[in-house]
């Protein structure tokens, strides 16, 4: 079988223009989201505000049950509100001329991290997507009242206390962290996001283009540790020593 093919060309265009306009739309909300968040308190007064950003147009608010946040911590979450894209943007009759146009599938979220009825932390996080449910790439900025990851698990908290970076094993991912206590300076990179991303003509699928300042500091982890190697004596199961 062929290529599927419009049965009305005009209609397909004007479609495809469609898409292109609401993909500069979602990604001007996804700009203002940022901002928004990074203005969030790590309080509960945050709670509301959140709420009030996920009921504005061109979002989506997701409460999570507060009898689920007891013993573990769960989410509340806002996001733009262009799921809808995916299931158009990958479709048979799309797929192939929204790839040339450097349309593709994408979501940003802004969390608010709770546990027992107390906001712990913040997150932004945009993901794309690429021909799957579950975003191929994802890039986070997670702020946390107290930095759970210890010099343990990421030895370069050393030289830079309460910034840490993370990887996920199951997607192309990287997440920067910060605790509210740490450096301005490495709040500001945590949360340096590139949203051209969201609309470049360009693939722009690397961490350094989605997050610059933050890969960068990465990066100069990885330097630093070369020369400064590991010298935890920890066992698994014993309070890190650091």
């Known amino acids: 079988m062929g290529a599927p093919v419009f049965l009305d060309p005009y209609l397909g265009c004007r479609i495809l223009s469609f898409l292109a306009v609401a993909n500069y739309y979602y990604a001007e909300r996804a700009e203002y ?32 049950a507060p009898n689920k946040c007891i013993n573990t911590s769960c989410l509340n979450v806002v996001f733009t509100n ?19 146009l450097r349309l593709r599938p994408w979501i ?6 709770l546990q027992k009825g107390e906001v712990i932390g913040k997150v932004f996080a945009p993901g794309f997507f690429e021909g799957r449910v579950n975003p ?21 908290l050393r030289r ?4 840490a970076f993370a990887n996920a094993s199951n997607i192309r991912s990287f997440r920067a962290e910060v605790s509210v ?7 500001a990179h945590a949360f340096d996001f590139s949203l051209k991303c969201l609309t470049s003509w360009h693939k722009c699928d690397q961490f350094s283009e989605l997050m610059p300042h933050a890969w960068a500091d990465y990066e100069e982890d990885g330097r630093w540790y070369e020369t400064h190697p590991d010298n935890l004596a920890w066992e698994v199961g014993k309070p890190c020593p650091c």
């Not at 262009?82 to 040339?100: C, D, K, M």
Request: proline share 3%; charged share 25%.
């Open 82 to 100: 262009n799921r809808w894209q995916y299931s158009l943007l990958n479709s048979p009759s799309f797929a192939t001329v929204s790839g040339r």
């Open 33 to 64: 989201l940022l901002e928004r968040i990074r203005g969030l308190k790590i309080n509960n007064s945050s709670i509301a505000e959140l709420r009030q950003i996920g009921s504005e147009h061109g979002f989506l608010y997701v409460a999570a």
């Open 160 to 163: 830079h206390p309460g910034y």
């Open 108 to 113: 940003v979220s802004g969390d608010l991290e």
């Open 181 to 187: 206590d740490t450096a301005a300076k490495n709040h």
């Open 136 to 156: 191929e790439v994802e890039a986070a900025a997670w702020e946390e009242r107290k930095l759970e990851r210890t010099a343990c698990a990421y030895y370069p």
